[in-house]
């Protein structure tokens, strides 16, 4: 499971627009409030153009003061200037650090004599202004899981939605004088007067919260669940331990020492531990609430339905589900006062989001799961449709876990497995033929560089489809010998491998291929080794778009939301696409993937990439039906292991299942 810091954006109080402290807390600063986020402007004043001494000057002064930014310095112009500073503070970050327009009505009032009208424009500008972040070569962080230890402070920013936002409060101001220097007299009222002691203005958006994300078959994978934030005092690092024993149950992975580490981080700001369903917190609230230094809060947040599906194609799904209710975000601004029922001032309603279907399919998720925790190395699977692009199930284990999320961005030579962009190449450039007779010795020098079989294993001269079966290097390292600087690059391209991909809720590398001169880096390259880069993820596309007519596809997490990739290639010639795909069924039915022979219709590359001094990692990439998929295992030694778990992968997931109606 991924840590959820309290402070992420999904995360959200149940009744968002009731609550004033679901907003921006800005800094705090001697001379007042942050001078760059708040911007007041004058727009006029009738006080200035009176005459005689009536403290008009005073106002004008005070409503410049807070065109600086300088609300000390205003408050300072008042007759209370401590509850002025408290007051005006408390609104302007309930309103979220709006920009301000205050002008006074008319231009014959006296402030000392009678009430001034003050109209204060609450701008909180358009939506999405201060949203930060992106994706990818396509990702954002987003919390999905409950039942996870925290990372950050308590609380949570609202996101900015959509469309302007403002309001403009009408307040009044006197003037008196106090010694022998007039003063504005301070009340709440100047702000707006409807606002009470101890009262200030909020604002908040207002999402549709019972949008769900659904799988590909309509079954329920994330919802907005009600959950208790399980949160320690900034003080109450001596109870770490006790919490960690009582919410052990719902948060095994959460210790003594992972509190600790992560109240250090927050500092001097409460600590979220966990958020729990009600199921697993109604059984121990009673005794964490008797632990010093626990709070409880109530709070809503966007959780999976299953705790214990976890993927890295999960963890950007809040972020994408997020983004979808901003493009439809209402909003409200309130006075709140307090033993009083919020005045509302303004607002617009939040319009309907349909329920997000992913693309992934919860039963091929699990299963993708069950096969790479068999391994006690790491393991990585993903698994695409061709013909739409749509990420079925990326699983990695807990070994592999401990790298980060290499399924979809790991860095790694991909071995024999490239010999599909090697052999693509030389079919499309015409240095081979489809059922040329070439050369398979042991080993060969090419352009000073001696390659290998694997176990110096000899065919003598066979045929392009035998030897790429077979997996013969020499051959490949041949055949790359005819081949321009840039064909292995251009191909690898044209398959999606090496091209940046923006996918809502993704974040992924595919690969990288060097430009090569005729040399050894050539013919390194040509069998996927020497600077050739790629990740699970990478060569998944690259099958999957070989699949797919040999037309790059543009991988989608959601229905409706595919890729933007950064590279337009034209697809592979459809001869040059029947001639792998036929090399890549004899690879299974009588070459080096037989122990898959059993799943039907399967076409496949297996690959042994080298890794400095250590054992090599084995791959294993496929297809059957509209299904692709790549299989890694990091220190095999081999690629039979990865052969045989995408066999179990493949053998109990069948095809993808419709897409259900949105």
Request: glycine share 12%; net charge negative; charged share 20%.
């Amino acid at each position: 499971m991924m840590p959820t810091p309290a402070s992420q954006p999904s995360l959200r109080p149940l009744r968002p627009h009731r609550d004033p402290g679901a907003t921006r807390r800005p800094d705090r600063r001697a001379g007042g409030l942050v001078a760059a986020a708040l911007a007041v402007v004058l727009v006029g004043s009738g006080c200035a153009a009176l005459t005689g001494d009536t403290g008009a000057d005073e106002v004008d002064q005070f409503l410049a003061a807070l065109n600086r930014g300088d609300v000390t310095g205003a408050a300072a112009l008042t007759t209370d200037p401590a509850a002025a500073e408290e007051t005006i503070i408390a609104s302007v970050e309930g309103m979220g650090l709006p920009a301000i327009s205050a002008t006074t009505t008319g231009d014959d009032g006296r402030p000392d004599r009678d009430p001034v009208t003050v109209e204060i424009t609450w701008d909180m500008g358009a939506a999405g202004a201060d949203d930060e972040g992106g994706e990818n070569e396509g990702g954002a962080d987003g919390s999905g899981d409950d039942d996870e230890a925290g990372s950050g402070p308590a609380g949570g920013d609202e996101a900015a939605g959509a469309g302007t936002r403002s309001v403009t409060t009408r307040g009044e101001v006197r003037t008196t004088e106090v010694g022998d220097q007039w003063k504005v007299q301070w009340a709440p009222t100047v702000l707006d007067t409807r606002l009470a002691e101890g009262g200030r203005l909020t604002f908040a958006e207002e999402l549709d919260w019972d949008t769900d994300i659904l799988d590909r078959t309509g079954e329920p994978l994330m919802q907005w669940t009600p959950v208790t934030a399980v949160t320690l005092a900034p003080d109450a690092a001596g109870s770490a331990d006790a919490v960690a024993s009582l919410v052990s149950g719902a948060a095994p992975t959460i210790t003594g020492q992972t509190i600790r580490d992560g109240m250090a981080e927050a500092g001097d700001q409460p600590y979220q531990v966990v958020a729990l369903r009600p199921a697993d917190i109604d059984p121990i609230r009673d005794q964490l609430a008797a632990v010093p230094g626990v709070s409880l809060p109530e709070q809503g947040q966007l959780i999976r339905t299953d705790r214990d599906l976890d993927s890295p194609a999960l963890d950007g799904l809040p972020n994408a589900w997020t983004e979808a209710l901003q493009s439809e975000a209402g909003w409200s601004a309130q006075i709140v006062n307090p033993g009083a029922e919020p005045i509302e001032i303004g607002g617009a309603p939040a319009g309907e989001v349909d329920d997000l279907v992913s693309m992934v399919q919860i039963s091929m998720q699990r299963e993708a799961q069950r096969a790479v925790d068999g391994s006690g190395l790491a393991a990585s699977i993903v698994a695409i449709q061709p013909s739409t692009g749509g990420v079925l199930a990326v699983a990695q284990n807990s070994a592999a876990d401990r790298q980060g999320p290499v399924s979809l961005q790991g860095r790694f030579p991909p071995g024999s497995t490239f010999k599909v962009v090697t052999t693509a190449a030389a079919l499309s450039a015409g240095v081979v033929g489809p059922d040329e007779i070439v050369p398979c010795p042991a080993s060969v020098t090419v352009s000073g560089r001696t390659i290998p079989n694997d176990d110096d294993f000899e065919l003598g001269p066979v045929p392009l489809e035998t030897a790429f079966a077979r997996s013969c290097n020499t051959t490949q390292a041949v055949i790359s010998d005819r081949l321009e600087p840039a064909a292995m690059k251009d191909t690898a391209a044209t398959l999606g491998l090496g091209v940046g991909f923006f996918t809502p809720g993704l974040n992924t590398y595919t690969g990288e291929v060097p430009v090569t001169e005729q040399g050894p880096a050539r013919v390194e390259a040509a069998i996927g080794q020497g600077e050739v880069l790629a990740s699970p993820f990478g060569m998944a596309v690259m099958t999957a778009s070989l699949a797919n007519g040999g037309r790059m596809i543009l991988p989608q997490l959601i229905d409706g939301m595919p890729a933007v990739a950064n590279d337009s290639p034209e697809p592979l010639d459809p001869a040059v696409v029947d001639t792998l795909r036929r090399y890549m069924v004899q690879t299974v039915q009588s070459g080096t993937a037989t122990a898959a022979r059993s799943v039907p219709g399967l076409g496949g590359k297996t690959g042994t990439a080298e890794v400095g001094s250590g054992p090599s990692h084995g791959w294993f990439v496929g297809f059957t039906g509209d299904i692709a998929v790549a299989v890694l295992i990091e220190g095999a030694d081999s690629s039979g292991p990865a052969v045989e778990m995408a066999a179990d992968f493949l053998g109990g997931v069948g095809q993808p299942a419709p897409l259900a109606a949105r």
